[in-house]
Nanobody, 121 residues
Framework: QVQLVESGGGLVQPGGSLRLSCAAS????????MGWYRQAPGKQRELVAD???????NYADSVKGRFTISRDNAKNTVYLQMNSLKPGDTAVYYC???????????????WGQGTQVTVSS
């Protein structure tokens, strides 16, 4: 089995920063893309950022210049550094990873349980 465990969410004032982490563990052969989605109340889940195994990052327009995604392949971990946070960033943040399990050929998408980020004064 494979698990993704997130950490780092919480309550922060507008203009503040948070850093999310997501570690993958289990029967992993390789991890391809990793990334973060978010879902605000009453809205659809949307892509925040993702990153290839080689380090090429992609961002939603709404977070460009404020958020930075990175990963540590040796630790099977992806990070999201969030700066200049706005109330509109309030959401549950989910990490995902496209993983090839040991003994398998085809990759599958795995999701974390979600972590709440609240930006409020």
């Amino acid at each position: 089995q494979v698990q993704l465990v997130e950490s780092g969410g919480g309550l922060v004032q507008p203009g503040g920063s948070l850093r999310l982490s997501c570690a993958a563990s289990g029967s992993i052969f390789s991890i391809n893309a990793m990334g973060w989605y978010r879902q605000a109340p009453g809205k659809q889940r949307e892509l925040v950022a993702d990153i290839t195994r080689g380090g090429t990052a992609n961002y939603a327009d709404s977070v460009k210049g404020r958020f930075t995604i990175s990963r540590d392949n040796a630790k099977n971990t992806v990070y999201l550094q969030m700066n200049s946070l706005k109330p509109g960033d309030t959401a549950v943040y989910y990490c995902y990873a496209r993983i090839v399990r040991r003994g398998y050929i085809v990759e599958q998408a795995y999701w974390g349980q979600g972590t709440q980020v609240t930006v409020s004064s």
